[in-house]
């Protein structure tokens, strides 16, 4: 039994491609197929572009979310990946990566929800 809730991963994706972080319904396509990839259960999802540019959006999915935020003057995505259940990660993690054409990333992953420790339980 895992001694915590869920796992959050924060992934930086840089030297994206400008033209897959400007508009809404690119974000929303490659966090849709990741949450997919996933087996993730969507629940909804909510883009909006700022202007003069950039994206953020959120996957409500059941085991928690997916969020990103761009800049595409530089090339950049911040992505968030929170799951409280037992999905596929790597899968939807190389879907964000693929999709948004990242050169470089880098990621951190977070253990979140410690349980405490009930005797009897391990």
């Known amino acids: 039994m895992a001694d915590y809730l869920g796992i959050h991963i924060l992934l930086e994706l840089h030297e ?3 033209d897959r972080l400007r508009l809404p319904g690119d974000s929303e396509r490659i966090l849709l197929a990741a949450a997919a990839a996933m087996g993730a259960t969507i629940v909804e999802s909510r883009f909006h572009a700022f202007s003069p540019h950039g994206v953020s959006g ?13 800049w595409p003057e530089y090339g950049y995505a911040a992505v968030d990946v929170f799951s409280c259940g037992q999905l596929d990660l790597e899968a939807g993690l190389a879907i ?27």
């Open 16 to 18: 994206c491609p400008a």
């Open 58 to 70: 959120v996957v409500v999915i059941a085991e928690s979310h997916l969020t990103v935020h761009t």
């Open 96 to 122: 964000l990566r693929e999709g948004f054409g990242a050169a470089q990333t880098e990621q951190q992953t977070f253990r979140r929800g410690r349980l405490p420790v009930t005797r009897g339980h391990r």
